[in-house]
């Protein structure tokens, strides 16, 4: 299989675990086979290489996500890198170039475009797999698969198609409707729009090329910030008369919202709780290395981090968006492709943080011009390279790096140290990046 996995997500509806930096698909409230914690990205690439182990995923995304993407999926993961946000069908369009000019694959193979963060089981990629074979016997231009409702919703848009057999050809599509509506739509046999594309990549890149003056990726990429704003159903899909649809009858959950995520997750909590027997119908999830005790609560979501608190009826928590909007905070934890940063303390002229670093991992090779920093080894053993003069950490080494100072550190063994930056300019923007070989 060609996938392209969309991953996108400003991290709003999962607050305060989620943020700009750590979309719901990377916080890791489910559990594999072995019964580990793991994200949204993590079991949707795992479930995709059990149904097929040579599958050819990518997964496209924002320049904010990618360290988190290699962080939990490894370095090899085959990312497309978005230089900034232009909605689905530019981003799209972005993918399936890089397939076709960086990665190789030929306009006549197929590929399925599907979001990265919906709770399934295997019988949905099983479905996938269905979906491509469609699209390459070229019986329509577009594959989609909708969803078969379990109930008439208001939050989805609808595909109509001309019957109800398992593969039929697309009458119309409907936006999102009321819910008398949605009954309606139901006697039709309709199926949720749940933005998932299957097509032959010569016929997008033939599309694109209408619509877009570029030659190949490598342009593309580097006037990607001129491209219009447009999603791939307004761009493409509603233009299309040639459609066709595979209806899926099997499990599938939105989990964009804490309500939605309760149902699903592995646990009732997590991190350092305990509940009384008085409560009922609540989960808690707790980050921080503090305890959390609820007594009497009923039908809540509690959610803890260094980002904020949450404590929220349940059917309230899908209505929390333009409450989070209102909240003005810096990132305080992020993955990144080394390890992971937490921020510790912020003061006027300094900001802790807690660096752990994965073995064998290393940082960039970088410079800050308006701060210096202190690292403070904790534990575990590692290399630090300053302006190319190289030295073993240990634990309870202290290192000094002066503003300009070219720096990176490598982890020998896991390696957690605590940072301290000091300056009147602390920001994520004051960074420099070298190679190695600028020593």
Known sequence: ???????????????????????????????????????????????????DDAANITIATSKSQASAIKNQLGEKVSICVE??????????????????DELGVSEDEAVVVCPVDPYVDHTYYEAVEKLQELAKEENANLTLMGIEPTYPSEKYGYIIPESGDSVSKVKEFKEKPDQETAKKYLTQNALWNAGIFAFKIGYLLNKAHSMI???????????????????????????????????YKGDWKDVGTWNMMAEVMADTTKGKVILDDACENTNVVNELNIPILCMGCKDLIVAVSGDGILVSDKERSGYMKPYVEKIETEAMYAEKSWGTYTVIDVQV???????????????????????????????????????????????????????????????????????????????????????????
Not at 83 to 100: E, G, K, M, N, Q
């Open 1 to 51: 299989m060609n996938i392209i996995l969309l991953s996108g997500g400003s991290g709003k509806r999962l607050w305060p675990l989620s943020n700009e930096v750590r979309s719901k698909q990377f916080i890791k409230l489910f559990k594999n086979e072995n019964g580990e914690y793991e994200s949204m990205v993590q079991r949707v690439y795992r479930q995709i290489h059990a149904v």
């Open 349 to 439: 002229g300094s900001m802790t943080v807690k660096l752990s670093m994965k073995p064998g991992e290393h940082m960039s090779y970088h410079m800050h011009n308006y701060r210096e920093e202190v690292w403070t080894v904790v534990s575990g053993k590692g290399k630090a390279i300053v302006d190319g003069m190289e030295q073993i950490l240990r634990t309870g080494d202290v290192i000094t790096i002066a503003a300009g100072c070219k720096h990176t550190v490598e982890a020998i063994t896991g390696l957690d140290m605590i940072e301290v930056q000091i300056g009147e300019e602390i920001s994520v923007s004051d960074k420099v990046k070298f190679s190695l070989g600028e020593r």
């Open 83 to 100: 230089p900034c946000r232009r909605d689905t069908f530019p981003a799209i369009v972005l993918a399936v170039s890089y397939l076709h």
């Open 213 to 247: 003056d570029f030659e190949d990726y490598r342009e593309l990429f580097n006037k990607y910030d001129t491209l219009a704003k447009i999603s791939f159903d307004y761009a493409v899909v509603e233009k299309e008369p040639s459609i066709q649809v595979l209806r």
